[in-house]
C-alpha cells in the first residue's frame, strides 16, 4: 500500500515544481532584466497622442502609428515577399465610410537573410513609424469617426518566430465641412 501512495504522489510533487506556462502563450526575457518574462515583444501606438484629427471632407489626413519592438525581435515589412513569415499588413477596422487613400509610408526595412525560414527578409526592429493616408470618398461627410488601426503582423527572434497577432490601435477623426 505504502509504494501505491508513493508511486501517486510522486507526479504531483514533481509536477509542483515545474512552472505553468499556456503554450498558446509566448514570453521572452525583458532585456537587462533580472529573469522577469513579458508575453508582448511588440506593443503599438497612436503618434501624436489620442487627440481627434482633423480632416476636410473629401481630403485625406496622415495618420502614424508606431510599433515599438523589444531588443532581439523584429516584425517583417509591408512588402515582404511570399514564401516566408508573414508581412506587416495595416488596415482600417471600423466605419465603411473612411479609408486608406493611397500608400503607406514605411521606414526603409533592414534586409537580412532569415534563417528561421531560408529565404531574404525584409525587417523592422526599434520603433519603426508608419503613416497611413486615411479618408472618404463621400463628399459632404461631416463628423466624428471612431475606429482602429489594425496591425496583423509576426514577430521573430533569432531563434523564436511567434504566431501571427493582430493588434489595434484606437483613432478618432473629425471631419469638417468644406467652406
Request: aromatic residues 6%.
Amino acid at each position: 500500500m505504502n509504494k501505491l501512495a508513493y508511486l501517486l504522489l510522486l507526479p504531483l510533487t514533481s509536477a509542483s515544481h515545474v512552472p505553468a506556462y499556456s503554450p498558446a502563450v509566448a514570453i521572452r526575457p525583458v532585456s537587462g532584466s533580472t529573469g522577469e518574462l513579458s508575453l508582448r515583444p511588440v506593443k503599438w501606438s497612436l503618434v501624436g497622442g489620442s487627440e481627434p484629427r482633423q480632416v476636410v471632407s473629401g481630403r485625406t489626413v496622415a495618420i502614424t502609428v508606431q510599433a515599438d519592438i523589444a531588443k532581439g525581435w523584429h516584425i517583417y515589412s509591408i512588402n515582404q515577399k511570399p514564401g516566408g513569415p508573414i508581412p506587416l499588413r495595416l488596415e482600417l477596422i471600423g466605419p465603411a465610410d473612411l479609408s486608406i487613400r493611397g500608400l503607406i509610408k514605411a521606414p526603409k526595412p533592414e534586409l537580412k537573410f532569415d534563417e528561421n525560414f531560408g529565404i531574404e527578409t525584409e525587417l523592422y526592429s526599434g520603433s519603426p513609424r508608419f503613416t497611413i493616408p486615411v479618408g472618404s470618398a463621400v463628399r459632404g461627410l461631416t463628423g466624428f469617426r471612431r475606429f482602429q488601426v489594425g496591425a496583423r503582423y509576426q514577430v521573430c527572434s533569432d531563434k523564436l518566430c511567434l504566431p501571427p497577432h493582430t493588434d489595434k490601435v484606437d483613432v478618432t477623426v473629425r471631419i469638417a465641412g468644406r467652406n
